[in-house]
Nanobody, 114 residues
Framework: VQLVESGGGSVQTGGSLRLSCAAS????????LHWFRQAPGKQREAVAG???????YYTDSVKGRFTISRDDAKNTMYLEMNSLKPEDTAIYYC?????????WGQGTQVTVFS
């Protein structure tokens, strides 16, 4: 099983990025999907999630700005991030969970500068 993230980078305040997490070895459509982030000196936190039934959750700080989605044909999950703020700067990780399974990506750096 492998989760490969891409799409991170540096962007100015107010800008947008789309993170991708391509999966191999598992079918994302049966998993719960999550995006986490970890800023320097802070604990890793859950940012957004999408269940196999299509239910979503977002942490309060990103509601209305971030969107989690999944493309079954590409077996890839996404995090669309708009109106980015410096406090969104972190390493972002994708995670997939299913009873008895828990997989993480390697992380991708997002830096938002003012």
């Amino acid at each position: 099983v492998q989760l490969v993230e891409s799409g991170g980078g540096s962007v100015q305040t107010g800008g947008s990025l789309r993170l991708s997490c391509a999966a191999s070895g598992i079918s994302l459509r049966i998993y719960s999907l999550h995006w986490f982030r970890q800023a320097p000196g802070k604990q890793r936190e859950a940012v957004a999630g999408l269940t196999s039934f299509g239910n979503t959750y977002y942490t309060d700080s990103v509601k209305g700005r971030f969107t989690i989605s999944r493309d079954d044909a590409k077996n890839t999950m996404y995090l669309e991030m708009n109106s980015l703020k410096p406090e969104d700067t972190a390493i972002y990780y994708c995670r997939t969970t299913y009873p008895g399974s828990d997989f993480w990506g390697q992380g991708t750096q997002v830096t938002v500068f003012s």
